[in-house]
């Protein structure tokens, strides 16, 4: 196991010099876990307060205008 952790190890360090050297750099994002109760629970929140908003329809019309600009 000690090889191959090894070698895993040297062909990770190979792909991130490669990257490296076409002007990439590694970046951590760190995300919220939409698997939890409580992000269901703060998007659904969010939701109902966008669509009874007195600007649903208009934020409706932008969403809707947006969406067409895939197929360009």
Do not use: K, Y
Request: no cysteine; proline share 1%; aromatic share 4%.
């Amino acid at each position: 196991m000690g090889s191959e952790s090894a070698s895993a190890r040297v062909r990770v360090a190979a792909h991130r010099q490669r990257l490296r050297r076409q002007g990439l750099r590694p970046v951590q994002v760190w995300i919220a876990d939409t698997r939890t109760q409580a992000f269901s629970h703060a998007a659904h929140q969010q939701s109902l307060a966008v669509s009874t908003s007195s600007q649903a329809q208009a934020d409706q019309t932008f969403i809707d205008s947006i969406s067409q600009l895939d197929g360009l």
